[in-house]
Each structure stands twice: as structure tokens, then as C-alpha cells.
């Protein structure tokens, strides 16, 4: 299918609104990404990158990148005030990635770059001033006075948006009463690389006295957080003002006032230096009462925003980018009807209400005995969609604890193909943009696969992939038009059972549907009922 005509404008050039383009431009949809900032943000806002997250960079060819310029982060130090130190390791080794730290303005920078090499420029200092819609477009009006008309427009301009604001969106919440200070600075301590630190002093009835290092890829530096002394707080916020990130308009805090805090938590000294910038942080938890309305969405910021605990924030808006990106496409392509967008926000706002609730109980319990999470609680990997309107059956026979529609894509190592001499992944197999049919085959079932696929392919329009597996050392002739994969390690055994059944995998790489091997009426009903387009 040949590109698109009709555009895509994404307001916000963060790392929301950059994957976002990134989705959609590989998919040939005409792209208009601006952001009213004449220059990128130099403020390190986020640092840490998800497991779940960089997953999702490695689809979209970026994960490299960043882990060349990011740092591992591989522990916690955690000083409780009055209780020994306690070092934790962070053991991600049965994940294909572990956390990585990498500055924002550096994710922000790879993904420009990306998105430069497929022609796709963001424009600066060009800001969105209004938008009317109808039934067939969006009419969107900018502050020069200029205005065009596009298909569709994504508000990913964070938690003061304007386009939530010119939707009437609600993004009701509460806001804690204090600031916080930020600052990059090098640290002159014994504290291993990659290692983050927590230190704390807990205030009956109060706020916790706490320093915060996060690692920077950079050896010896640390972006530092605090609560700020009661002097540097602003006065109180405006009526119908959300505060929330840097106060990038207010002097941000000395050094003097970063090292003060440092030498009453710290039990031995730490020297800070070489203050690189400063700020001061609001912190806010609110939530859009929905991501959309007609032809307009919002993503990231603009529809959650929650205490930086666990590095979510920016991991779920990119993971939300992720979600609207193949839907957009998708529709914009023709290749499916406009209700699949409606699955947006069903599925990814309680996503985000438990990530509100998540942070806010962590924050709220620091210093503070709690019960222990699940390791991967932070890692975003649990994240998932069962229950929701795209997934649907049920592998048959499979036992309570293997997977599930609605559940991201499982990886899977140890994949051998015939005339490759190296072993690939699940995800080497599945990666792209298009919606691909998992199913088992053995020896004498070619055929009627090659006649499955055909029939799939030629009952949709959505593009479909086909991959098979089959059990280890099991004769198969490879199929026509399909990839055929051995399960040479019984990982792929491990992950589904024994009797699999098929499974659809969505663009976003969570199964969709799990069905019989042989039901094709029902890999259709899904596929039709999904996008909405028969073919024809």
C-alpha cells in the first residue's frame, strides 16, 4: 500500500511524542511533529529505562542505541536513619534487558535522530493555539496565526497540555504541598557505578527528610533530588493551574543548599561539585478522565502524572505511544476502522490508575516498613491487558500459570531455522509493525498451514505474518510464505505448555488471541472484529 495522504500532527517533541512518530512513520504515515520549546530541554527529567520499555526500543531499532549510551543500573544503597546500610542487586539476568540509565535529553536526542533518517523533522518553536473538529478532520490553529487541517491529532505536550485543556478533558488529582530540588552533580564518594542511592530520615507526621542519587551514564556524576528548604517554595498555585515537573521559570537551588542535605542524611562525607543545573519539582498525582475525544488523544504526561518513584512516568507515556501508534497507523492505512481507536484509552488508563496508586503508596511509606513487591513491579513487565475489548480465547489446555490473551509476548530464546547457523529469539521473529500468527506444526500439518495462512491473509486487511514452531529435533519441511522456527532449547514448550495451541500477536507484541491450531474461523472472527475491515 502506498503511504498514506493524510497526516498525523503529534504536539510535543518529548519522548512521548517522538516514539509515537517513530510508530507511525514506519508504518509510511505522513508525520507533523512541533513543540513549542525552541531548543530541546537541557533538564535530565527522566533517567530510567524500563526492561518493558526497551523492549520496546528494540522493535523499533533503537535498543542499541541507547544501551551504548546509557549505564546499567544495578543496585540500591538504602540508608534508613539510625539503621545500618543495606546494598540490594538488581537481578534482571532472566530478562532480555535489565535497567538502564540514560539521561532524558539523551532518549530524546537518539529518537530525533531515528526519526530524521526516515525524513521526519520536528519543528521548533511552533505552538499549538487551538483546534476544531469535525467529522471528517481537525482544523488546528497555531500561535503565528498559521492553521492546517489534518486526519488526526495526539497531544503528547505533557502535564500542563493545552490540547487536554481544549478538549475540556478533566485531570483531577492533588498536588503535594512541598518542592523538591534536582541537580546534576559529581559526587566524590565510594559508591559503585550503576548503583543508585536512598537515604532517609523519617518525620513523625511529616515529610521525610531524603537524598536521592540516580547514575549517570557519565562515571562520577548523579542527578540528585530532595525536598527543597520551605524558602525556595512558591507561594501557592494558581486556580485551575496543574504544577507538576520542573519549574524551569524559577532559580532551581545552589550547591550549597544540595550539599546541606547530602551532609545531614549521609553518615560519611560526600562531596558535591561541578553543579552542571539546578531546579526545582513539583509533584502532583492526577489523572485524564479519558484520552480522547473524536479525532484527538493525548499520551504520557497529558494524561497521568504521579511521584517519580520507580522511573514510571516516562515509561508508561512511551509505553502509551506505543499502544495509540500501531491503532493510528492502522486506520490512517485504511486498514482498519476508526473503533479500534476507542481501545486506546480502555486500555491503557488503568494502566495508569495503578501506577498512580503504585507510586503514591510507595512515596508514601518511605522509611516506613512495607510489604515486599514483586521484583519486576517497576520493570513494567506484568503490565497487561487481559480482559480488554482486543483480547480474546484461551490456549487450550493450558495450565493457570502460562500465558493468557492480553499478556505481552513471552521471550523465548533458543529458536533454530534451517541454513541459519546461530540460534534467534521469539522476538527477532515477531518484530515490526505487523499483527503476526504464532502456531505450533509438525511433521505432516505443512499443508494445511500454507492453506491457513493463505486463507487468513486473504480474509483481512490487516498484514499478517506467519511463524511456526516446531518441537526440537521433529522433521518438518519448511512452508511456503511462512517462517519456520525449531524449538531446539524447549523454551517455547516452557512458555505455552505442551499444547499451545495459535496465538495472534499484536504490533505492540501482546497476544491478542489463543486458539485452537486449526481454527481459522475464529483467527478471522478476531482479525475482522479487531480492525473492524474485512477484506474486499
Same mark, same amino acid.
Given at each position: 500500500?502506498?503511504?498514506?495522504?493524510?497526516?498525523?500532527?503529534?504536539?510535543?517533541?518529548?519522548?512521548?511524542?517522538?516514539?509515537?512518530?517513530?510508530?507511525?512513520?514506519?508504518?509510511?504515515?505522513?508525520?507533523?511533529?512541533?513543540?513549542?520549546?525552541?531548543?530541546?530541554?537541557?533538564?535530565? $527529567?527522566?533517567?530510567?529505562?524500563?526492561?518493558?520499555?526497551?523492549?520496546?526500543?528494540?522493535?523499533?531499532?533503537?535498543?542499541?542505541?541507547?544501551?551504548?549510551?546509557?549505564?546499567?543500573?544495578?543496585?540500591?544503597?538504602?540508608?534508613?536513619?539510625?539503621?545500618?546500610?543495606?546494598?540490594?542487586?538488581?537481578?534482571?539476568?532472566?530478562?532480555?534487558?535489565?535497567?538502564?540509565?540514560?539521561?532524558?535529553?539523551?532518549?530524546?536526542?537518539?529518537?530525533?535522530?531515528?526519526?530524521?533518517?526516515?525524513?521526519?523533522?520536528?519543528?521548533? /518553536?511552533?505552538?499549538?493555539?487551538?483546534?476544531?473538529?469535525?467529522?471528517?478532520?481537525?482544523?488546528?490553529?497555531?500561535?503565528?496565526?498559521?492553521?492546517?487541517?489534518?486526519?488526526?491529532?495526539?497531544?503528547?505536550?505533557?502535564?500542563?497540555?493545552?490540547?487536554?485543556?481544549?478538549?475540556?478533558?478533566?485531570?483531577?488529582?492533588?498536588?503535594?504541598?512541598?518542592?523538591?530540588?534536582?541537580?546534576?552533580?559529581?559526587?566524590?564518594?565510594?559508591?559503585?557505578?550503576?548503583?543508585?542511592?536512598?537515604?532517609?530520615?523519617?518525620?513523625?507526621?511529616?515529610?521525610?527528610?531524603?537524598?536521592?542519587?540516580?547514575?549517570?551514564?557519565?562515571?562520577?556524576?548523579?542527578?540528585?533530588?530532595?525536598?527543597?528548604?520551605?524558602?525556595?517554595?512558591?507561594?501557592?498555585?494558581?486556580?485551575?493551574?496543574?504544577?507538576?515537573?520542573?519549574?524551569?521559570?524559577?532559580?532551581?537551588?545552589?550547591?550549597?543548599?544540595?550539599?546541606?542535605?547530602?551532609?545531614?542524611?549521609?553518615?560519611?562525607?560526600?562531596?558535591?561539585?561541578?553543579?552542571?543545573?539546578?531546579?526545582?519539582?513539583?509533584?502532583?498525582?492526577?489523572?485524564?478522565?479519558?484520552?480522547?475525544?473524536?479525532?484527538?488523544?493525548?499520551?504520557?504526561?497529558?494524561?497521568?502524572?504521579?511521584?517519580?518513584?520507580? !522511573?514510571? /512516568?516516562?515509561?508508561?507515556?512511551?509505553?502509551?505511544?506505543?499502544?495509540?501508534?500501531?491503532?493510528?497507523?492502522?486506520?490512517?492505512?485504511?486498514?482498519?476502522?476508526?473503533?479500534?481507536?476507542?481501545?486506546?484509552?480502555?486500555?491503557?488508563?488503568?494502566?495508569?490508575?495503578?501506577?498512580?496508586?503504585?507510586?503514591?503508596?510507595?512515596?508514601?511509606?518511605?522509611?516506613?516498613?512495607?510489604?515486599?513487591?514483586?521484583?519486576?513491579?517497576?520493570?513494567?513487565?506484568?503490565?497487561?491487558? $487481559?480482559?480488554?475489548?482486543?483480547?480474546?480465547?484461551?490456549?487450550?489446555?493450558?495450565?493457570?500459570?502460562?500465558?493468557?490473551?492480553?499478556?505481552?509476548?513471552?521471550?523465548?530464546?533458543?529458536?533454530?531455522?534451517?541454513?541459519?547457523?546461530?540460534?534467534?529469539?521469539?522476538?527477532?521473529?515477531?518484530?515490526?509493525?505487523?499483527?503476526?500468527?504464532?502456531?505450533?506444526?509438525?511433521?505432516?500439518?505443512?499443508?494445511?498451514?500454507?492453506?491457513?495462512?493463505?486463507?487468513?491473509?486473504? !480474509?483481512?486487511?490487516?498484514?499478517?505474518?506467519?511463524?511456526?514452531?516446531?518441537?526440537?529435533?521433529?522433521?518438518?519441511?519448511?512452508?511456503?510464505?511462512?517462517?519456520?522456527?525449531?524449538?531446539?532449547? /524447549?523454551?517455547?514448550?516452557?512458555?505455552?505448555?505442551?499444547?499451545?495451541?495459535?496465538?495472534?500477536?499484536?504490533?505492540?507484541?501482546?497476544?491478542?488471541?489463543?486458539?485452537?491450531?486449526?481454527?481459522?474461523?475464529?483467527?478471522?472472527?478476531?482479525?475482522?472484529?479487531?480492525?473492524?475491515?474485512?477484506?474486499?
Amino acid at each position: 500500500m502506498q503511504d498514506a495522504p493524510q497526516r498525523v500532527l503529534i504536539i510535543g517533541a518529548g519522548p512521548v511524542g517522538l516514539t509515537l512518530a517513530a510508530v507511525l512513520a514506519r508504518r509510511g504515515v505522513r508525520v507533523r511533529l512541533i513543540d513549542k520549546r525552541a531548543e530541546p530541554s537541557p533538564y535530565c $527529567r527522566a533517567i530510567g529505562i524500563t526492561p518493558r520499555t526497551l523492549e520496546v526500543m528494540d522493535d523499533l531499532g533503537l535498543a542499541g542505541d541507547l544501551v551504548d549510551a546509557g549505564v546499567w543500573l544495578d543496585g540500591l544503597r538504602t540508608l534508613v536513619h539510625g539503621y545500618p546500610a543495606r546494598d540490594t542487586e538488581n537481578d534482571f539476568s532472566d530478562l532480555p534487558y535489565a535497567q538502564l540509565g540514560v539521561p532524558q535529553y539523551d532518549t530524546e536526542r537518539l529518537l530525533a535522530d531515528h526519526l530524521a533518517a526516515r525524513g521526519v523533522a520536528v519543528e521548533r /518553536g511552533v505552538e499549538f493555539a487551538g483546534l476544531a473538529q469535525d467529522a471528517e478532520g481537525v482544523d488546528v490553529a497555531f500561535a503565528d496565526g498559521a492553521s492546517a487541517r489534518f486526519a488526526y491529532v495526539v497531544g503528547c505536550d505533557g502535564a500542563h497540555s493545552a490540547v487536554r485543556r481544549g478538549l475540556g478533558i478533566a485531570f483531577e488529582g492533588e498536588a503535594w504541598p512541598m518542592e523538591f530540588m534536582l541537580g546534576d552533580v559529581r559526587i566524590d564518594w565510594d559508591l559503585p557505578r550503576g548503583r543508585a542511592l536512598f537515604a532517609v530520615r523519617p518525620i513523625p507526621e511529616a515529610p521525610p527528610d531524603l537524598f536521592v542519587a540516580i547514575p549517570l551514564p557519565e562515571r562520577g556524576r548523579y542527578r540528585v533530588s530532595m525536598i527543597a528548604p520551605e524558602r525556595l517554595w512558591s507561594p501557592g498555585q494558581g486556580a485551575g493551574i496543574v504544577e507538576h515537573g520542573i519549574l524551569a521559570d524559577r532559580p532551581g537551588a545552589t550547591l550549597a543548599d544540595l550539599q546541606e542535605v547530602a551532609d545531614r542524611l549521609l553518615p560519611e562525607t560526600a562531596e558535591l561539585s561541578d553543579l552542571r543545573w539546578s531546579s526545582l519539582f513539583r509533584i502532583s498525582m492526577r489523572l485524564a478522565a479519558r484520552y480522547g475525544e473524536g479525532r484527538v488523544f493525548i499520551a504520557g504526561d497529558a494524561c497521568h502524572v504521579h511521584p517519580p518513584t520507580g !522511573g514510571q /512516568g516516562m515509561n508508561t507515556g512511551i509505553q502509551d505511544a506505543y499502544n495509540l501508534g500501531w491503532k493510528l497507523a492502522a486506520v490512517v492505512r485504511g486498514e482498519a476502522a476508526p473503533g479500534l481507536l476507542a481501545s486506546y484509552g480502555a486500555e491503557r488508563r488503568p494502566v495508569a490508575e495503578a501506577v498512580i496508586a503504585r507510586t503514591v503508596e510507595q512515596s508514601m511509606s518511605f522509611g516506613k516498613p512495607r510489604a515486599p513487591e514483586d521484583r519486576l513491579a517497576d520493570t513494567q513487565m506484568l503490565v497487561n491487558y $487481559r480482559g480488554g475489548p482486543l483480547s480474546a480465547g484461551a490456549a487450550p489446555g493450558a495450565a493457570p500459570d502460562l500465558v493468557r490473551p492480553g499478556d505481552r509476548l513471552p521471550e523465548v530464546q533458543g529458536l533454530r531455522r534451517h541454513g541459519l547457523g546461530f540460534a534467534r529469539r521469539l522476538a527477532d521473529l515477531v518484530r515490526g509493525p505487523d499483527f503476526v500468527l504464532l502456531v505450533p506444526v509438525r511433521r505432516g500439518e505443512v499443508a494445511a498451514l500454507e492453506a491457513l495462512a493463505a486463507r487468513l491473509r486473504a !480474509g483481512t486487511r490487516t498484514p499478517l505474518r506467519v511463524v511456526a514452531v516446531a518441537p526440537a529435533d521433529t522433521p518438518v519441511e519448511p512452508p511456503a510464505g511462512v517462517a519456520l522456527l525449531h524449538d531446539a532449547a /524447549g523454551r517455547f514448550a516452557a512458555a505455552f505448555g505442551d499444547a499451545p495451541g495459535a496465538l495472534i500477536v499484536r504490533p505492540d507484541k501482546y497476544i491478542g488471541w489463543m486458539g485452537a491450531a486449526g481454527d481459522a474461523e475464529g483467527m478471522l472472527d478476531y482479525l475482522t472484529r479487531v480492525v473492524g475491515v474485512p477484506a474486499g
